[in-house]
């Protein structure tokens, strides 16, 4: 149901713009989370963005990634997007989307896949140096 898109390669410094759709669910009314991981370590979180029935919508970020990425809603698409700017080698990793009802927890590895009520299969993004 949750799908990511968007993922790729790209030189450090550069941008890429995450996508996250689904079928089946108004994602406005959930909470979307991102989150990253690499081979042989935990699930980390990086950015969220709560449900605007349960909160203001407001947006949290991983200190790691605050003031490059970016989270934002287009309800007309139902699709929330990660825009990642400035992007570094150590951004690499397979970028997961998942949802709940309940507000944004916290983002600090380990990340169970428990936290939240669906996941999509990820999207790979890989930055040279």
């Known amino acids: 149901q949750v799908v990511e898109s968007g993922g790729g390669l790209v030189q450090s410094g550069g941008s890429l713009r995450l996508s996250c759709t689904a079928s089946g669910l108004r994602l406005d009314y959930w909470t979307i989370g991102w989150f990253r991981q690499v081979p042989g370590k935990e699930r980390e979180g990086v950015s969220c963005?709560?449900?605007?029935?349960?909160?203001?919508?407001?947006?949290s970020y991983a200190d790691s990634v605050n003031g490059r990425f970016t989270i934002a809603r287009d309800t007309a698409k139902n699709t929330v997007y990660l825009q990642m700017n400035n992007l570094k080698p150590e951004d690499s990793a397979t970028y997961y989307c998942?949802?709940?009802?309940?507000?944004?927890?916290?983002?600090?590895?380990?990340?169970?896949?428990?936290?939240?009520?669906?996941w999509g299969q990820g999207t790979q993004v890989a930055v040279s140096s």
């Open positions: 963005i709560s449900s605007i029935k349960t909160t203001d919508g407001r947006e």
């Open positions: 998942a949802t709940r009802y309940r507000t944004c927890g916290r983002l600090e590895a380990p990340i169970s896949l428990a936290e939240y009520d669906y």
